[in-house]
């Protein structure tokens, strides 16, 4: 009972999560499966149109082109919408940092920053791509991905923050502070870039709404992403706190 | 400039009426706003380090202007670009700024002995932010006629040309507010100069956005103007609520 004083304050690591983290990860892999499965197989093209096996010549070609390009939407925008919420998660957490100063917390947001940087980077991948075929085009400022450059371009500072402030201490509270900020910022840069009327940048305008079997499609594909990046975050989580375990215990073992 | 010292001597002149003799009394807060912001004013009236540095920065940014639109040929689509121009101007000027503005603080332990002070957090935010939109608003007011003094031959703005000086109000406001947060952050870090811009110009961005288009609808006129001047202002006075909300709010955590 006599080393109990200690155990407190060392960095725990292992809770509940960490036992469902396996599962969700399957799960995570099993709906990405079926959601890639379902967009190439079950989802009718888009405005009803039909891919035929025939061999066609020039522009009915190119139509081609687009409609199975269209397919990477399924993937584009669970993945958009897996990395706000890891940011969500990210801007939380480090809230709470700032109200308990927990170094758990602070750790906490830093891989839900991490999973938001790894999402936002799959997102402009597969935005690239749909951008390349659809408009023909690399990029364009269009509101979403003006919105996402701005996004990545915070998270990336975010890192480069955490890199250059020695104490662990102060690195949290800029960190946490900085977080917040680009939890904020995100929105109102794409209401900015929205609500503009703006004869000077062309504004890409695409219709909205979905097929039933879009949307059915989309969530899945999202609900598996979610469990993916909720497995990766528990796995990382687990790493870096038993690694700071380990630094405790021989900082302990030192005295 | 010279209206600004009008201002100070004015209020250097009230400052003994105020009731310093009460030694138990704590200071009021605005009462401590001013004392900060007047040494930083002080400060910067008696060595001028940074309006010279900022001011032949902007004129310098101007020059590199002027090279690249040299090939440019004159004409009513040059007000499209002048905006974004302008502002890219205004922004690599209070960059320069708002990195400077904190080396002096952290330089000889200034910043340590203004938290040793008993004073509320919030206010040395305001104080310095305010600060920084002095500077900022004096280097534009030098600025901005040179800008147009060299460029204006390009194209004549339109009639609704000097309502450009509400986007640049709201524009400076956010950047000084935003911006001193930012800078208090980056300060203390490794490499701040490059830090301060890479967490600057992405988060700045919206207001950046909202202001060059208010400032080019004001300069090209037209449909432009009917359009998207007052969405553009609105969203840009939105986010400068909101970000000095944020950052009034989250100052605290910074210095402590």
Known sequence: MAPEGKSPRLPEAGQWPDRVAPAALVAGIVLTTVGFLMAFLWVPPVGGASVGGAELIGDAMVSQKLLLSQKIFYFHMPVAITSFIALVFGAWYSLRFLRTREARYDTCARIALEITLLFIALTMITGEMWTRFEWGVWWSWEPRLTTYLVLMLVVIAYFVLRGSVDEPERRAAFSAVVAIIAFIDAPICFMVTRLIPSSIHPVVLREGGMSPEMGLCVAVVAAGMLCVAFALYRARFRQVRLAQRVEALKEELGD | ?256
Request: proline share 4%; aromatic share 8%; charged share 15%.
């Open chain 2, 1 to 256: 400039m010279a209206e600004r010292e009008k201002q100070e001597r004015a209020r250097r002149s009230d400052a003994p009426a105020s009731p310093r003799s009460e030694l138990c009394a704590r200071p009021s807060a605005l009462e401590q706003y001013r004392v900060l912001l007047m040494k930083d004013l002080r400060q910067e009236l008696r060595t001028k380090e940074m309006l010279v540095s900022m001011g032949i920065y902007a004129l310098l940014v101007i020059v590199v202007f002027g090279v690249a639109l040299s090939f440019a040929r004159p004409g009513a689509d040059f007000l499209e670009v002048s905006g974004g121009l302008l502002w890219a101007l205004v922004v690599f000027t209070s960059l320069l700024g708002l990195n400077r503005s904190f080396s002096h603080e952290t330089e000889n332990g200034c910043l340590e002995g203004l938290l040793l002070a008993p004073l509320d957090r919030g206010v040395v935010f305001l104080a310095k932010a305010t600060s920084n939109l002095a500077f900022l608003a004096i280097v534009e007011v030098i600025a901005v006629p040179l800008y147009w003094v060299f460029f204006s031959s390009f194209a004549a703005p339109a009639a609704s040309a000097p309502l450009i000086v509400v986007p640049l109000l709201l524009g400076s406001v956010g950047i000084a507010g935003i911006g001193t947060l930012l800078s208090t952050i980056t300060a203390s870090t490794r490499g701040k100069d490059v830090m301060l811009a890479l967490l600057f110009v992405p988060v700045v961005f919206p207001l950046l956005y909202a202001c060059v288009s208010a400032t080019t609808a004001a300069l090209a006129g037209g449909v432009l103007m009917e359009e998207a001047f007052a969405t553009s202002l609105a969203l840009a006075a939105g986010y400068d609520v909101v970000m000095l909300l944020a950052s009034w709010v989250l100052y605290d955590f910074v210095v402590s």
